[in-house]
């Protein structure tokens, strides 16, 4: 026998959510998979607030800064980032979440999903057309950035401990490395 796991759509994961029927869990649809996502720790909540008021304050007006809020993209996937960098589009947002086409760029802050957040996400977000994605990793206090989206894959990868970064996006804007991975 062969087992064959459900795949879910996002309207049959939005319909659920109506209903009910996950009760308070914290999820992600991730390319189909309903994910459990692990509680915030500390650590966690400290540097995706302060990385969040720092990009803000950076951006102003230029950007919306969303901190743990569901973006919805074209591969079954609604994912949960750590911080999405869209475009200010207002009221818009009360109707849906940002798509690719809204995304400046994502960061993900990570401790215990490392591997998750450098494999299935790096590899669902250059699918659904994230042209940038960061990964601050707490454990090696080091930020990666996947950019050059080209065929749905990420050909600049670069690891970063110190000087300054900037999204491509907003090449005007320098960004202390320092501040991300120890703010």
Known sequence: ?????????????????????????????????????????????????????????LLGDRAKIREAHPITLNNNSEPVPDIAIV???GTIYRHRHPSAEDIFWLIEISNTTISQDLNK???????????????????????????????????????YTS???????FSDVNIPVKYLINP
């Open 121 to 159: 996400k790096k590899l669902m977000y250059a699918e659904a057309g994230i042209k940038e994605y960061w990964v601050i990793n707490l454990n090696q206090l080091e930020l990666i950035v996947f950019s050059s989206l080209e065929k749905k894959e990420y050909n600049s990868i670069k690891t």
């Open 1 to 57: 026998m062969t087992v064959i796991p459900y795949k879910w759509t996002i309207e049959r994961y939005h319909r659920g959510i109506e209903a009910g029927i996950f009760g308070d869990e914290s999820l992600e649809l991730l390319q189909g998979d309903i994910v459990i996502m692990p509680p915030e720790r500390e650590p966690h909540a400290y540097y995706n607030s302060e990385i969040g008021d720092y990009l803000r304050g």
């Open 87 to 89: 475009k200010p589009l």
């Open 163 to 169: 000087g300054t970064v900037s999204p491509c996006v």
